[in-house]
């Protein structure tokens, strides 16, 4: 393993920060820290903040974009990290998206569904897949409206090569998260009363990840409580 980079030095203290937090928002919520996987967001940052943060440990990653998630896949082969795609899926991209992320987030369509699974290759196991909700009514666009959901989840969970795990949701921004995650859940628990087994509920980032843990995430997506500012985002 090579040395951690000056610069990302502070990447390791972080962590821990955030791994301290995640553990004590479980423990207030009467869960077990273990139950709450934390995907470290790295998008806009390099390879080698990837890198210091996998020297302590972390395996789960996010990225938003597949070529700068490519990039740093190649440089960081063998270290056995588990990726994210978090961000919107273009339909032009599904193909490289299926052979290289263990896990995608943001399912909306059923056209992206079936091409993710048909396009996922024979010798790596079902992809991993979350459907995005808009929990946040007209404040915000991405997700499939609550009352599309049981649908998109009946369709994702008999395509073969797909492994429908559960919902993910972003809360509009400057709004009170609590009630979002809150919707989120109980469509959830609603799938699985109609027979669905789903075990995660991806929610929370690094401004309300604890309001996230409390309200049952299982995955919380931190970028920047870890790495640091961002310049640029999408
Ligand atoms: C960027 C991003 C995050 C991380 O955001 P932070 O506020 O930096 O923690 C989490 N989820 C999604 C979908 C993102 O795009």
Redesign the pocket.
Known sequence: MSETAPQWIHVAERLREVEARIAQAARAAGRKPEEVTL?A?S?TFPAAAVRAAAACGQRHF?E?YVQEARAKQDELAGLGLVWHL??PIQSNKTREIAAHFDWV??IEREKIARRLSEQRPDGLPPLNVCIQVNVSGEASKSGVAPDEVAALAGLVSSLPRLKLRGL?A?PEPGGDPRPRFRSLRSLRDGLNAQGLALDTLSMG???D?ETAIAEGATLV???????GQ?NY??
Request: charged share 15%; net charge positive; no cysteine.
């Open positions: 995907v967001v998008k996010g938003n978090i961000g987030h943001g993910m972003i980032m690094s401004g990840f997506r931190v970028g920047s409580a870890i790495f961002r985002d999408n």
